[in-house]
Structure formats: structure tokens, C-alpha cells
């Protein structure tokens, strides 16, 4: 049972590049979410999908789009990447919106 | 918007300590959670609260949602090295999560 992965691991972009992150959840989980995790603070929401076919704004969305391509995976993307985006990326999941199950992270670097 | 104030920010103890944290916030939750994360990890669920008031533990770990809604602490017993992680809280209200800047703590053995 892999829960929740992600790819890539490490991406290192210059400014002005654009990229996706996958996530995908193996647990039949209706939620999914996007964090971003920079040192010293808390995980901060990006985006988030309650079901399949739905995608909504968090804390921090600027800069970001997402798409739930089915009820396994949801990507996010970074259009036009800015050093201020340069953060490690949590995908999570979650089958009630309360207890939510976190993927490895992607550690992203921008130039 | 809702923040959390997560107390205090690193422990260095000694294996066999017992520890305690706490997270404190202006605005009410109806979910505390507690996660620990491992270098180079995504976090992991430790503890979920539901009710104002409540108390669970989980092995060692026991948590507490505040009667206020607006606070809850975690506490470890008898502390061991793998104990060592960063371990944050998280409130929840509705759809939206909130999560605490993290304790790091480090268990010298």
C-alpha cells in the first residue's frame, strides 16, 4: 500500500520555467491537498479538491493552478516559477477532510 | 485569518524526560490534530481531537483539545531517541487547516 506519492522528488527551475507536480493516492480518499513548507513556519494550504471535480482555493494560491484529474491524482502547477516559490510541496489526502495523510514532499529550487 | 501559536519552538532533553507542548490560537477550531515529521519526510498523523475537552492518548503521546476550542497540548512520556522530529499542530475549521510553525525536539541519549 505506496498512500500518497509524488514526483518528483527534487526540481531545481530558473525563473520564468513552468512545471507540474503529480501527487497520487492509493487509499480511495476523496480529498486531496497542496501545501508549501518553508523553514520555520507551519505548512501553509495552496489549493485543495473535497471531491473529484472540484478544486478550491487555500491560504496561498497565487502563483499556482491545480487540477484533480480523477479521484487518484492531483497535479499542481507552477506556470511561471519565482524565487518566493522555491519550497519544499506536501500532497496529502484525506477520506474526511479532518485527518488528512501527507505524500514525501517535492523539494523545488528556483533560480 | 486563523493563526497558531506553537510553543516552544525547540527542546533539547535528555532520553527518559517527559515533554510538553502546546499550540494557542485567537480563533476557535473544531478539530486539533497533531503530526510528527522525520528529516526529509512528510508529516504524520499522531493525534486527532474532535470534542472541546477531549483527552486521548496514543502509546506514550497524550493530547487534549482545549475547553475553549482555542488551544490543545500534546505531551510524550519517558522520551527516546526516535523520538526526535519536528512535531506540529493543526486546527481545523470547516475546510480550512491551519497548522502550527512546529516544535523541534531533540532527545539526547
Known amino acids: 500500500n505506496a498512500g500518497v506519492t509524488q514526483t518528483p522528488k527534487f526540481q531545481v527551475l530558473k525563473t520564468g520555467q513552468s512545471m507540474t507536480l503529480q501527487c497520487a493516492q492509493d487509499?480511495?480518499?476523496?480529498?486531496m491537498y497542496w501545501y508549501r513548507q518553508d523553514p520555520g513556519m507551519g505548512l501553509r494550504l495552496i489549493y485543495y479538491s473535497a471531491s473529484e471535480g472540484t478544486t478550491d482555493k487555500g491560504e496561498v494560491p497565487n502563483g499556482y493552478n491545480v487540477s484533480r484529474l480523477n479521484k487518484r491524482e492531483f497535479s499542481l502547477r507552477l506556470e511561471s516559477a519565482a524565487p518566493s516559490q522555491t519550497s519544499v510541496y506536501f500532497c496529502?489526502?484525506?477520506?474526511?477532510?479532518?485527518?488528512?495523510?501527507f505524500g514525501p514532499g517535492t523539494r523545488l529550487t528556483v533560480t | 485569518g486563523q493563526q497558531l501559536n506553537q510553543s516552544p519552538q525547540s527542546m533539547f532533553i535528555q532520553e527518559g524526560e517527559d515533554v510538553s507542548m502546546n499550540c494557542t490560537s485567537s480563533?476557535?477550531?473544531?478539530?486539533w490534530l497533531w503530526y510528527k515529521q522525520d528529516p526529509g519526510e512528510g508529516p504524520v498523523l499522531l493525534i486527532a481531537?474532535?470534542?472541546?475537552?477531549e483527552l486521548t492518548s496514543n502509546g506514550r503521546l497524550t493530547a487534549q483539545f482545549g475547553i475553549t476550542r482555542k488551544d490543545s497540548f500534546l505531551n510524550i512520556s519517558a522520551s527516546i531517541p526516535s523520538d526526535v522530529g519536528i512535531y506540529f499542530c493543526?486546527?481545523?475549521?470547516?475546510?480550512?487547516?491551519?497548522f502550527g510553525a512546529g516544535t523541534r525536539l531533540t532527545v539526547k541519549p
Open positions: 493543526a486546527g481545523r475549521w470547516n475546510n480550512d487547516m491551519r
Open positions: 487509499m480511495n480518499h476523496n480529498s
Open positions: 496529502a489526502s484525506s477520506a474526511t477532510g479532518y485527518e488528512q495523510y
Open positions: 480563533s476557535i477550531f473544531n478539530t
Open positions: 481531537l474532535y470534542k472541546a475537552g
